[in-house]
């Protein structure tokens, strides 16, 4: 309704609309978002479906992530060649996992993925000492992070292997009360 | 700790992967997408789970594709956005659905398309609904800057703004709606005749004469003078009945009926909404909750936006981290305690909470006295200095805010003696300061009705001090006016006068004194609790004063903005955080508390004391609910009898004795799921030992090159020749060797 926009087909953004957490004019504003990142890169019509990818440094100075600890790992879990270019497709996903509406079961996987970061589908000690070094920028002393991380594996693993499998991971952030609102970016 | 066979890693210290490892069904769920599997993207119109570069491809195409199958039923059933896949394979997977869909029956495709439709539609209602929601661009910038914590006193103002408004709603549409109607219509009404005795004298309080300006400004303060006589106080309801064309409207029922409905709908607006965070916190252990897997994962705000927030997250999380560290060294401490420090430190509690009780009987005791000679100073109408009159109109209140604002300060340093726990050192001052609160205006309204109800030694003629107190529900409702109006003055007059110098002093004058005194903190329990406060006070005196709601709804609106522009420019938010999700928990547990607390008066007053005979409209009965009886008995038979039913002790002591079983059955049923968990979580641990058991043994046997026992070999493998099935044996003993009949092709090299 309203004027007619030529960015996206309908059917596009119809199937935007089934794929995401987004309705037709969050859509829409998004586009303008990623737009407004790399302008020279980013054609304005996607009724084509152009395969421009923008680049990970600048994504993560949006005014959302630029004061995220883990920017970089968001940012890389969401796109496709793993160095965190992302195109459009990926940028939306990435906003619709984040976005209140999304399940806690979807967000617990990404969640993983995130924290995850040498990749081996475990975190293990390391993972866990790195996301605490990026929370609290290196400030607590190397035995404190050792003590913390030792509780936090003590609490969550289930299975005795001293590194947390995604089972776990899911089981504790079923209990975790604040994951729900803290995990999510309004844009 | 002895070399895992299992994740084995290689030199530089990444885990290898296990060709076995990665195709058990809940590996493949996981993995990442590396750049080979773009190429199958390619492929049009089929759907593909995430799957590894390495490992599964040779292994089994037929179980991937019988996965796909499997995956793809259990997908159908999800909706699409829910499904943890990438945007492209995600609109794949919807391309997929729309061509299958042409293949089903029309009937089939038109639930289909309703049932999209209907979704999306919902989607767009909550969008315009929640564009509408109040302040919701303040509270947007205000999570930025501060976080989820201080967010949810933001929300919780807003969801008392619209409590008060559609309290005062339901007040105005059944109370004064109709007498307004009434003088504009063509309706009769009934008033409440003077029936010329003693009761009923009413005298006037309008100021006569020459009235001086500042003595409205008192009137104004003080809910008398010309304000006693007006829609604001009970006194004002005269009106009995109203007979319209083709119906009576009985005012004083309605007035009793909107009261009853206004508290009960608080209840269930409370309880819905703190259904949602109940549900949650029961979920989560006690202990747990303040785990450390909850701060790792879910600690970072992802909302932060500001820079200056971003950087105090982090150092509440790091006192967050700290504090915990230091709480099991306490516990540690504590289960380390011999008997005779543990007597001593019982000794001192006893003598401290022995204390405390002292200071609260005090100050209740002076707020007692206090009302009791404002009362007496107002009957005398000694109409001195203007200030020393508003003083004497406000010394309940003055005395209820200094009692408030010195016993926390006295909470939070007696605590540091009584040797608790940090966790619990907050959740027991913060009990403390809410029963403080709370039981003072208790105490203020047990004290009015001392005072009403006492007429020197003969007991009273109309049932209360009719000489003082003719109109006695009008004063009551005078005195809940005055201490909303002291209230909100507070508040602003500590945001002005307290805040705003305390950032000028600290920011432009560096000393030792000012360092430790430090910039104001946003602490949230001390706010939640004034506000809370203030709705109680709300809900008491909207029986006296039914205007009450919405000077309540218009008082948070300006305390919001206030509120607002003091975080923003003076606070910063409390080194001892505080957690979102504790908070709905809290805030409306106290809020109920706060409920629990106003229907107490609201019924001794409804259904004990005489109301007056000089005022208002309960008139011609003697105390306010007699006017529900008195209907009652006159509906016609059948509704009466069920009626009457209802309210018998037979029923009354049934249906205790039936949610009683209710409760028993609910409690045992808890009990059975709380064990069933705890089975569940043995089991899963069970199943992870049994996996990896299996994959050692599986990586074993796919490196041990020979069978070390030969006897047992040649049995086992002439009996294997005759049954081509997958056959493993286990046993302890690690010397025999264990093989498989039908090897995978892979370790055909290894053997």
Known sequence: MGNKQTIFTDEQLDAYQDCTFFTRKEILRLHGRYHELAPHLVPMDYTKEPDCNVPLALIVNMPELKENPFRNRIVESFSEDGMGNLSFNEFVDMFSVLSEMAPRELKAIYAFKIYDFNVDNYLCKEDLEKTLNRLTKEELTPEEVELVCEKAIEEADLDGDSKLSFADFENMISRAPDFLSTFHIRI | ?751
């Open chain 2, 1 to 751: 700790m002895e070399v895992d066979s299992v994740f084995y890693t290689d030199r530089s210290g990444r885990v290898a992967s296990n060709p076995l490892l990665d195709q058990l069904p809940s590996y493949q769920s996981l993995l990442y997408r590396r750049k080979s599997s773009t190429s199958t993207n390619k492929r049009k119109g089929s759907t593909r789970t995430r799957l590894s570069s390495s490992g599964s491809g040779k292994w089994g195409g037929s179980t991937v594709r019988r996965q796909d199958e499997k995956q793809k039923a259990q997908t159908e059933q999800r909706p699409i956005r829910e499904l943890a896949k990438t945007m492209a394979e995600k609109r794949r997977n919807k391309t997929q659905q729309l061509e299958e869909a042409r293949d089903l029956s029309s009937w089939r495709q038109w639930k289909q398309n309703t049932r999209r439709n209907l979704r999306k539609l919902r989607d767009d209602a909550k969008d315009w609904l929640s564009s509408l929601q109040l302040w919701r661009g303040d509270i947007h910038m205000i999570e930025g800057m501060f976080g989820t914590g201080i967010l949810s006193y933001f929300s919780f103002l807003r969801f008392l703004v619209m409590l008060n408004l559609i309290i005062f709603l339901l007040m105005f549409g059944f109370v004064m709606l109709p007498i307004i109607i009434a003088s504009h219509s063509s309706g009769n009404t009934t008033y409440n005749q003077n029936d010329g005795s003693v009761c009923s004298v009413y005298p006037s309080s309008a100021r006569r004469g020459l009235v001086i300006y500042h003595e409205h400004i008192t009137d104004l303060l003080s809910g008398g003078g010309f304000l006693e006589q007006t829609y604001l106080f009970y006194g004002y309801y005269k009106v009995d009945k109203i007979f319209f064309s083709n119906a009576t409207y009985n005012l004083p029922l309605a007035y009793l009926l909107a009261t009853i409905a206004y508290l009960f709908l608080s209840l269930i607006w409370i309880v819905k909404r703190s259904a949602t965070g109940f549900k949650r916190s029961l979920v989560s252990d006690e202990d747990r909750f303040q785990s450390f897997c909850n701060k790792i994962f879910a600690g970072w705000d992802f909302c932060i936006t500001n820079e200056n927030a971003a950087r105090l997250k982090r150092s509440s999380l790091l006192y967050e981290l700290r504090t915990d560290l230091e709480e099991e060294r306490i516990k540690q401490k504590i289960a380390d305690r011999t008997r005779k420090e543990k007597c001593r430190i019982y000794l001192i509690r006893l003598i401290l909470n022995l204390f405390v009780i002292g200071v609260l009987a005090g100050c209740f005791y002076s707020i007692y006295v206090a009302t009791i000679f404002s009362q007496e100073a107002q009957a005398k109408y000694a109409k001195g200095n203007f200030i020393v009159d508003l003083i004497y109109e406000y010394l309940p209140s003055i005395v209820i805010t200094l009692a408030n604002f010195i016993t926390p300060l006295l909470f939070s340093v007696i605590i540091n003696f009584e040797d608790y726990s940090p966790a619990f050192e907050i959740r027991f001052t913060l009990m403390r300061c809410v029963f403080m609160r709370l039981t003072s205006i208790g105490v203020l309204l047990f004290s009015l009705w001392s005072q009403i109800t006492k007429c020197g030694d003969d007991p009273c003629i109309c049932g209360y001090n009719h000489v003082l107190y003719s109109c006695w529900e009008t004063r009551v409702g005078q005195e809940m006016y005055k201490l909303t109006i002291f209230d909100f003055i507070i508040i602003v007059a500590v945001t002005i006068f307290v805040e705003f110098p305390r950032k000028l002093i600290v920011n432009h004058w560096e000393c030792g004194l000012t360092k430790w005194w430090g910039q104001q903190e946003f602490a949230i329990p001390q706010n939640v609790l004034e506000i809370v406060y203030g709705q109680t006070i709300c809900w008491i005196g909207t029986f006296y004063c039914p205007m009450l709601p919405a000077i309540c709804t218009i008082k948070y609106f300006f305390i919001f903005y206030i509120k607002k522009v003091s975080l923003i420019n003076n606070c910063r938010p409390a080194t001892r955080p505080f957690r979102a999700s504790r908070s709905y928990f809290f805030f409306l547990g106290v809020l109920l508390i706060g409920l629990a607390l106003a229907c107490l008066p609201v019924a001794v007053s409804v259904a004990q004391i005489n109301c007056s005979q000089a005022c208002g409209p309960f008139v011609n009965y003697t105390t306010s609910w007699e006017v529900l009886t008195t209907t009652v008995y006159e509906l016609p038979d059948g509704v009466r009898t069920l009626l009457l039913t209802l309210s018998s002790e037979a029923f009354a002591v049934s249906f205790f004795v039936v949610t009683c079983l209710a409760m028993f059955y609910v409690i045992a049923l808890a009990g059975a799921h709380k064990r069933v968990i705890n089975q569940l979580r043995e089991q899963l641990v069970m199943e992870g030992r049994d996996k990896r058991f299996l994959i050692q043994k599986l990586c074993q046997a796919q490196r041990i090159p020979s069978v070390k026992s030969p006897v047992s070999n040649s049995r086992h493998r002439s009996s294997s020749s005759s049954s081509p099935s997958y056959h493993t044996s286990f046993s302890n003993n690690f010397n025999e060797a264990l093989f498989l009949a039908n090897s995978p092709p892979d370790s055909s090299t290894h053997v």
